[in-house]
């Protein structure tokens, strides 16, 4: 299932990866929450839907709200071009990215119409279809060297195993590094459910329990998630240098988010005690964990991360997070908070139960005995 086809060259094996194709599909289901969030009150109309697209002009806007709507699109008509250029001319490609990316604007902007805490914008989807345009441009002009068939490609081809399955692992790794976005859990800390259940067996806090419950979140879940690279690696190979990578741009996600949406405005308010204690414990962990038989690599990732997420659940809450981001919350960013908590919460799960699909399906080869992913 997972033998590469004889004489395939990068270029070919991309055209057949169907990974810009899910990560589409996520990103839709992610602007799709976001802009409808929080999907109540719905009301009837007695003007049509799309009356928004002859208003005129709207009388309050700012420059960043231009931008952030470009931004947000931007990837939507990159990812889609990139699908449609593994079937399609570059033409057709870029047409379809920037249609489809349009085609989501408006049907969401319409959507809005029907929920008063939104308001449908002509400039929004405006700003929108530039983005998604934006982003079929770059896809046809650069995506072909730098995406399709370059470094990235090859580094892809070379350490993990091909195939879809593979493929909607790496989406899920994707979501990880979103999911930093969300503020109130500590780094690398998912699955918050206190939100929806209300329990009553909450440990009490205490400087000294916070600092280790937010170390040991912060090891399981970084383990968690190289036994989870390690578990998509070709038989053999080494994940050192993508896991520190993936790391990396998770920490300057992190830092970015702390800098940008707390009123404290510091990028190094994820460095905490407990932090600095957890990812070398998370480290040694995973190393440790790293030399387990190959087929029991998928269950211990999924062990981890639902045994941190229980953590995150029975810890008390943070006063100091929980005060930083009251005004963010009530801001303009409502809806982006929606979708980071949304994901935040869903993620553990939804990757423990890939890696259970995984585990059951019996797609990993095994490795020599006594050999080490981590190495």
């Not at 279809?129 to 441009?137: E, N, R």
Request: hydrophobic residues 50%; contains cysteine.
């Amino acid at each position: 299932m997972h033998t590469p086809i004889s004489g395939a060259t990068p270029r070919s094996f991309s055209r057949r990866s169907r990974l810009a194709k899910y990560l589409a599909a996520a990103y839709t289901l992610l602007v799709g929450y976001a802009s409808l969030y929080p999907f109540s009150p719905w009301r009837g109309l007695a003007d049509s839907p799309f009356a928004f697209l002859s208003d005129d002009w709207p009388r309050y806007y700012t420059a960043t709200d231009v931008a952030l709507n470009v931004f947000g699109y931007l990837p939507l008509g990159l990812l889609v071009a990139l699908s449609a250029m593994a079937s399609t001319s570059v033409r057709w490609a870029a047409l379809l990215g920037a249609l489809v990316g349009s085609l989501v604007s408006l049907t969401l902007e319409t959507l809005q119409s029907f929920l008063p805490p939104r308001v449908p914008s002509n400039l929004d989807l405006l700003s929108n279809c530039l983005g998604a345009l934006a982003g079929a441009l770059i896809a046809v002009t650069a995506g072909e060297r730098w995406l399709l068939s370059g470094q990235l490609q090859r580094l892809r081809s070379r350490i993990f195993l091909p195939g879809a399955w593979t493929d909607a692992g790496f989406v899920i790794l994707v979501l990880w590094l979103f999911t930093q976005l969300y503020p109130s859990v500590w780094l690398f800390g998912n699955g918050d459910l206190r939100f929806l259940v209300r329990s009553g067996h909450n440990f009490d806090y205490s400087p000294g329990s916070y600092r280790f419950i937010e170390a040991a979140v912060t090891a399981l879940n970084l383990a968690a998630v190289a036994l989870f690279m390690s578990s998509l690696a070709r038989p053999g190979r080494r994940v050192a240098t993508p896991l520190l990578l993936l790391v990396t741009a998770a920490l300057l996600i992190k830092s970015a988010g702390a800098l940008t949406l707390f009123k404290a405005g510091d990028a190094s308010l994820w460095l905490t005690a407990g932090a600095m204690l957890g990812v070398p414990a998370g480290v040694v962990l995973s190393v440790v964990l790293g030399r387990l038989p190959r087929r029991l690599l998928p269950p211990a990732a999924a062990v981890c991360m639902l045994s941190g997420a229980v953590l995150v659940n029975l810890a008390p809450e943070n006063p100091y997070i929980a005060a930083s981001i009251q005004m963010w919350q009530r801001a303009h960013f409502l809806s982006f908070n929606g979708t980071t908590r949304l994901v935040s919460s869903l993620w553990p799960f939804l990757a423990a139960g890939y890696l259970s699909w995984w585990t059951w399906q019996g797609v990993n080869t095994p490795l020599p005995a006594g050999s080490s992913v981590l190495k």
